[in-house]
């Protein structure tokens, strides 16, 4: 079965940084692009980032490139979002998901809340 | 691509047949997802380029469409399904979603 399960969420200043991780089992890692979906609360979902199978390729919605870093350890079975310089319009429940590109988000994880507030 | 869904919200009962829209702002030949949503939960994958019905999903929910315009249909309405749904198109970054459809029990 596959299971990913997010961590890393929590409350934030405005300016600051905060990294989230994914755990992923019950498939290769390795054989699969990843994803990082947003959705604010009471709102809709919003797509992050992608990464390819060896993080060789990686892309981002305007609103955080360069801001944000999408990264991998595919032996550790892990998925990455290095948040920085985080604003107020940043909180959301920020979910990671399997991605194909024939089929899109395959799967998603239970979601991890980020809360950017002074 | 911009992704407009309606109707946003939608009330129906046990056993009817329920339609919603998704238009591109272009064509997105099928590239296009549909998902359900409960509150408080991840969503959930349904359709995949336009009209593949995902493995498990229920024969009930069905897609059409090509280009800009597309449907989701669920042709009797169950008490599971009353949830918000989304699209999505993925020919092209940035990956973009409508913004949903409610569909509530009238």
């Known amino acids: 079965e596959v299971q990913l399960v997010e961590s890393g969420g929590g409350l934030v200043q405005p300016g600051g940084s905060l990294r989230l991780s994914c755990a992923a089992s019950?498939?290769?890692?390795?054989?699969?692009?990843m994803s990082w979906v947003r959705q604010a609360l009471g709102k809709g979902l919003e797509w992050v980032a992608n990464?390819?199978?060896?993080?060789?390729?990686?892309h981002y919605v305007d609103s955080v490139k360069g801001r944000f870093t999408i990264s991998r350890d595919n032996a550790k079975n892990s998925l990455y979002l290095q948040m920085n310089s985080l604003r107020a319009e940043d909180t959301a429940i920020y979910y990671c998901a399997r991605y194909s590109g024939e089929s899109s988000f395959l799967n998603w994880g239970q979601g991890t809340l980020v809360t950017v507030s002074s | 691509i911009q992704m407009t869904q309606s109707p946003s919200t939608l009330s129906a009962s046990v056993g009817d047949r329920v339609t919603i829209t998704c238009r591109a702002s272009?064509?997105?030949?099928?590239?296009l997802a549909w998902y359900q949503q409960k509150p408080g939960k991840a969503p959930q994958f349904l359709i995949y380029k336009a009209s593949s019905l995902q493995s498990g999903v229920p024969s009930r929910f069905s897609g059409s469409g090509s280009g800009t315009e597309f449907t989701l249909t669920i042709s009797s309405l169950q008490p599971d399904d009353f949830a918000t749904y989304y699209c999505h198109q993925y020919i092209s970054y940035p990956i973009t979603f409508g913004g949903g459809t409610k569909v509530e029990i009238k």
């Open positions: 990464i390819k199978e060896d993080g060789s390729e990686k």
């Open positions: 272009q064509s997105i030949s099928s590239w």
């Open positions: 019950g498939f290769t890692l390795s054989s699969y692009w």
